[in-house]
Nanobody, 126 residues
Framework: QVQLVESGGGSVQAGGSLRLSCLASGRTSSSYAIGWFRQAPGKEREFVAVISWSGDNTDYADSVKGRFTVSRDNFKNTVYLEMNSLKPEDTAVYYC???????????????????WGQGTQVTVST
């Protein structure tokens, strides 16, 4: 059974940084792409970034390009989201999710991901 657990959220001032972690359990978790999504109050869940199973390919939402970096350490079964130059509009609950398909990098649609973590809150103040 696959479980994803996010950590690293917190409260920071605008311009600050945070690093989120997503620990994946499951025998073949390193064979699946992992995506990051976020949901702000009153808004729909939106795509943030995705990293392929090997770590060779990444993609980002336009709103975070140049500020966020996704990486993974398959030996530790962990995917990271490094967030720099944070803005108040980055405030949201951040979720990691595992791709539905083995060795296939999904796109930005939540329906392409099967397993989800419980989320971690990120709050950016002015």
């Amino acid at each position: 059974q696959v479980q994803l657990v996010e950590s690293g959220g917190g409260s920071v001032q605008a311009g600050g940084s945070l690093r989120l972690s997503c620990l994946a359990s499951g025998r073949t978790s390193s064979s699946y792409a992992i995506g990051w999504f976020r949901q702000a109050p009153g808004k729909e869940r939106e795509f943030v970034a995705v990293i392929s199973w090997s770590g060779d390919n990444t993609d980002y939402a336009d709103s975070v390009k140049g500020r966020f970096t996704v990486s993974r350490d398959n030996f530790k079964n962990t995917v990271y989201l490094e967030m720099n130059s944070l803005k108040p509009e980055d405030t949201a609950v951040y979720y990691c999710a595992q791709s539905m398909r083995w060795h296939v990098q999904p796109g930005p649609r939540a329906s392409e991901y099967l397993h989800w973590g419980q989320g971690t809150q990120v709050t950016v103040s002015t």
